[in-house]
Structure formats: C-alpha cells, structure tokens
T-cell receptor
Framework: EAAVTQSPRSKVAVTGGKVTLSCHQT?????MYWYRQDTGHGLRLIHY???????EKGDIPDGYKASRPSQENFSLILELASLSQTAVYFC??????????FGEGTRLSVL | QQKVQQSPESLTVSEGAMASLNCTFS??????FRWYRQHSAKGLEVLVS????GEKEEGRFTAHLNRANLHVSLHIREPQPSDSAVYLC?????????????FGSGTKLTVEP
C-alpha cells in the first residue's frame, strides 16, 4: 500500500536549536514535497525535489534547508529554529500527473 | 503567483442534505485541480481530481470546473457526520513540471446528525 511516513509526529524545539524532520515514501515516486500549514491557512510549499540528490526552493524557503539522499527519503532541516516556524509540516510524494499523497504531518512547536 | 481562495470558511449542513463548497483561482491557464479532505490532526486524503471543464464524480463527491470563470466547486451528496472535516482545494499551474500544488485556506464542514 502506498504510504508516506513522517517522523517525528510531534516535536518541541527551543529557539535557536536545530530541527530535522524526516519523510519516507514507499511509493516509488520521483517527486517529494515539504509543505507548511499554519492554523486557519492552507498549505504552503517550502521545498521540493524531483530526483535524489537535488532539491528546489518552493514559495517560502527562507529558514529551511532540504535534503534528498535517496528516492525514498526527504528531510527538512531548520538550522536555527525560530518561534515563527511553529506550524504543522506535511510531506508528500507524487509521480507526474498523479495526486500527491500526504503523510500525517509533524506538529512542531518552537519555544 | 497563483492565488486560491475558498468559500465559505465554514459550513454546517444536516445529514443527507447536499453540501457545496467553492474555490476560485487566479491563473486561468491552470490545468490540474484536486479536492482534499483533512480530518482533525490527520493527513490529507484526495477526494477527486479534475483536469477539464465539466464534472467529475467519485462516489458521493462531484467536482465541477469552469476555467473561464476561474471556479471549481465540490458537491457532497448525502453527507454524513463522518464527512465533518476541513476541505482543501488545490491547483497546479500550467507548466509546473513537478506537480506542485497551490492550496486554498480550506472550508470547515460540519455535518449534523
């Protein structure tokens, strides 16, 4: 069964600390994405990747880095976490033309 | 940049009554439209995808697209309390080679027994 798995599911981080969110897909999809959702808002694209070892900036990349070491894995890295990065983060994967499949989200609180 | 807006922000319907949700987009060359459902604290579940003007039905969910009016809607037939969730409209822009989606802010649907 197609799946996108995110870890951790929730995290509390301190301001200025480093945070890594991980995503693993078993769908054999080429494309992977990281979105951010703030309360009362839709999802906004942070980074995406269409092939291993390559990442692209989305609409709100500032303060975030991404890493795609393999087709299955895509990480989002916050080098210096800030209060404004408190949000729910979603990872997704897709093939060309297919509806992106989403993970269940990671709830990040930066204190 | 693509702007996607949804209305209403929230909607309450009785079980069995039709629920209609609206979505407008700014880029008339958009060619790929999807409706997702998001239950509280859960991921997103794709309900229906539509790529050309007209209607597309998936079970109790029907999407209707009118690109000339920059409008796509979702109609839920015989909604049930388990359909209570946030519904998100997502649009891909023409020329997006990587299936990148732009989302509206969602409509919170409550279905009362």
């Amino acid at each position: 069964e197609a799946a996108v798995t995110q870890s951790p599911r929730s995290k509390v981080a301190v301001t200025g600390g480093k945070v890594t969110l991980s995503c693993h897909q078993t769908n054999n999809h080429d494309y992977m994405y990281w979105y951010r959702q703030d309360t009362g808002h839709g999802l906004r694209l942070i980074h995406y990747s269409y092939v291993a070892d390559s990442t692209e900036k989305g609409d709100i990349p500032d303060g975030y880095k991404a890493s795609r070491p393999s087709q299955e894995n895509f990480s989002l890295i916050l080098e210096l976490a800030s209060l404004s990065q408190t949000a729910v983060y979603f990872c997704a994967s897709s093939d060309d033309g297919s509806a992106p499949l989403f993970g269940e989200g990671t709830r990040l609180s930066v204190l | 940049q693509q702007k996607v807006q949804q209305s209403p922000e929230s909607l309450t319907v009785s079980e069995g009554a039709m629920a209609s949700l609206n979505c407008t987009f700014s880029d008339g060359t958009s060619n790929n439209f999807r409706w997702y459902r998001q239950h509280s604290a859960k991921g997103l579940e794709v309900l229906v995808s539509i790529f050309s003007d007209g209607e597309k039905e998936e079970g109790r969910f029907t999407a209707h697209l009118n690109r000339a009016n920059l409008h796509v809607s979702l109609h839920i037939r015989e909604p049930q309390p388990s359909d209570s969730a946030v519904y998100l409209c997502a649009v891909s822009m023409k020329g997006s080679n990587y299936n990148v989606l732009y989302f509206g802010s969602g409509t919170k649907l409550t279905v009362e027994p």
